[in-house]
T-cell receptor, first 111, second 113 residues
């Protein structure tokens, strides 16, 4: 039974570019949450998707957007990248009966 | 807003020693989760607590949900080198038990063989 998977594992972009990160949830999970983790910090909630809609959002600008597909997989898009967007981006999946399990993350470096 | 405070911030112990770390909040949490994160990896769920006063074990790990619902602790017995990592407590925000998780700042554990 595959857990949460994310791609790519690493990514290097330059300021002003756009990036798309991908996540496949754990089998049986229908909800996907995205978190940003800066070095030395705990993960910070970006948003959560359920039934292909954004259900809850943290304190992140509109440059951060997402999408959930009918198979429950999800994408995180970040536009107009800033140096401060460099971080580990974590995807977590869950269901009404199961708590959040995290993927290995995507390390984004913005130069 | 809701915040979780973890202590200690870091620990350096000898292999075989027991470890205790805790997490406190000024507001009530209905669920407490403990995760471990290795460098460059995502957090791995260790223990989930759903009821005030609950004491749950997972191998050498034991965690308790404080009776006031404002704290939780995690104990590791007979530590081994692979226990090295960052331990995070987390809990759901007030709006939903299935929504965003709020994380503490983490306790970094180092184990000397």
């Amino acid at each position: 039974d595959a857990g949460v998977t994310q791609s790519p594992t690493h990514l290097i972009k330059t300021r002003g570019q756009q990036v798309t990160l991908r996540c496949s949830p754990k089998s049986g999970h229908d909800t996907v949450s995205w978190y940003q983790q800066a070095l030395g910090q705990g993960p910070q909630f970006i948003f959560q998707y359920y039934e292909e809609e954004e259900r809850q959002r943290g304190n992140f600008p509109d440059r951060f957007s997402g999408h959930q597909f009918p198979n429950y997989s999800s994408e995180l898009n970040v536009n107009a990248l800033l140096l401060g967007d460099s971080a580990l981006y974590l995807c977590a999946s869950s269901s009404i009966t199961d708590t959040q399990y995290f993927g290995p993350g995507t390390r984004l470096t913005v130069l | 807003g809701q915040q979780l405070n973890q202590s200690p911030q870091s620990m350096f112990i000898q292999e075989g020693e027991d470890v205790s770390m805790n997490c406190t909040s000024s507001s009530i949490f209905n669920t407490w989760l403990w995760y471990k994160q290795d460098p460059g990896e995502g957090p791995v769920l260790l223990i989930a607590l759903y009821k005030a006063g609950e004491l749950t074990s997972n191998g050498r790990l034991t965690a308790q949900f404080g009776i006031t619902r404002k704290d939780s602790f995690l104990n590791i017995s007979a530590s081994i080198p692979s226990d090295v990592g960052i331990y995070f407590c987390a809990g759901p925000g007030l709006t939903s038990n299935t929504g965003k998780l709020i994380f503490g700042q983490g306790t970094t554990l180092q184990v000397k063989p």
